[in-house]
């Protein structure tokens, strides 16, 4: 599949690894392909800058946001939240028109210092107010509670762990769950939760998921959701 | 122990019957006593209202808010989030002064429909607004991401998952466990996250238990928390 990740952070090089290695065809998309591609050392989290990690992925192409997307069947938002509208716009909205457009930004607000808080929470959410924008797009939400290496590699957790799926579309949503497989994930554990406005009550475990990561001192860990009986009456 | 449970509804109830079942004395603290005595037929989860549930559980004492929690050697807060900083005002700051609160209460926010949002979320919580208006207490969050009946009968739900412990106070904090163990939590499935302002992560996802519970049309669910490895350099 013609697959577009937008962004080129940690959680964008991370999944275009995993799907070029699943034999799709990745287009990367950023704002500035020669600034992007000219990122020498480290890059924020201690991975390699993007220039620096793409001598090592040549096979994965690298185009504006609006390149890309016009090239992917299937596109996926990895940029930083706070920019992500931004980036859509630029992305274009005939670009992403009728195609699905997997959502795995959070609204994380750093501006008022750590721990960070939401800009967008409670009565709405980032994923609605993507699918608002974009109202002839298929937003799914999905894999955003979660380190970026956990999104592709599963068994790092051990046993039974959740992924959540919010989205209008159930194409869509199939069309996620069968890439989720892919991936690595057990059908048991990829938990619809309904509709996109469910992206309210997944992004809002985003706070609680950094500070599990505080006490742990490491992001590999996952939610479970572990369901019992009701109890005979 | 003494203990006061603030708070007559379902959760109330529920608490208040486990802590005399394990041979505590237990007072419940209402706004009213002839009135809640007087509440018969069903509750508004269709359990007994509290008249006709205290029929059978006599041996629990029911007071006012001031009463019992002048009792209490240990007070837990069974009221309604909307309702609770009111109902700790009537229980009275010389009642509760240094002694361990337990909050089990939720902000949730009935007024704009189904399903609830919260009235205090993101960078605040109830759980920190209560330590704010009584400083010398010791207010411990806990229990509150799960049905009542689960709090006390953790193991409706199969294997481990997980129960959360927010509060600045570490020997508050151990009381507590304490207190969960005696309810069947195993040691290892109790996460204590740090200070109350952790609160506001927990009390955060009250949201998506309120999704999860509509998806499975039952509230016998509960969140685990699965931690693996970093993997391998």
Same mark, same amino acid.
């Given at each position: ?10 959680? $964008? ?50 185009? =504006? ?13 990895? =940029? ?42 409670? =009565? ?42 919010? $989205? ?15 991936? $690595? ?15 309210? $009550? ?32």
């Amino acid at each position: 599949m013609k697959i577009a990740v937008l962004g080129t952070g940690v959680v $964008g090089q991370t999944l275009a690894e995993k799907l070029a290695t699943l034999g799709h065809d990745v287009t990367m998309g950023t704002r500035d392909v020669a600034n992007a591609l000219a990122t020498m050392g480290n890059g924020s989290y201690g991975q390699p800058a993007f220039g620096e990690w793409h001598k090592n992925h040549a096979n994965i192409k690298v185009a =504006t946001f609006a390149d890309a997307a016009a090239f992917g069947e299937f596109v996926i938002n990895a =940029t930083n939240g706070m920019g992500t509208l931004n980036a859509l716009e630029h992305a274009g909205h005939d670009n992403l028109k009728n195609k699905i457009l997997l959502d795995v930004s959070n609204p994380l607000d750093f501006t008022h210092g750590m721990p960070p808080s939401l800009w967008v929470s409670n =009565t709405d959410s980032l994923g609605e107010q993507i699918q608002r924008a974009f109202p002839d797009t298929k937003v799914v939400k999905s894999l955003h509670t979660m380190n970026a290496y956990l999104m592709v590699n599963s068994s790092i957790v051990p046993g039974n762990h959740t992924v959540f799926l919010s $989205g209008n579309d159930v194409e869509a949503k199939l069309k996620m769950r069968g890439l989720l497989i892919t991936f $690595g994930w057990k059908d048991e554990n990829i938990f619809d939760l309904g509709d996109i406005t469910t992206a309210r $009550g997944t992004e809002q475990i985003l706070p609680l998921w950094v500070r599990i990561m505080g006490t742990l001192q490491h992001p590999f860990f996952n939610f479970s959701i572990v369901v019992g009986r009701p109890p005979a009456a």
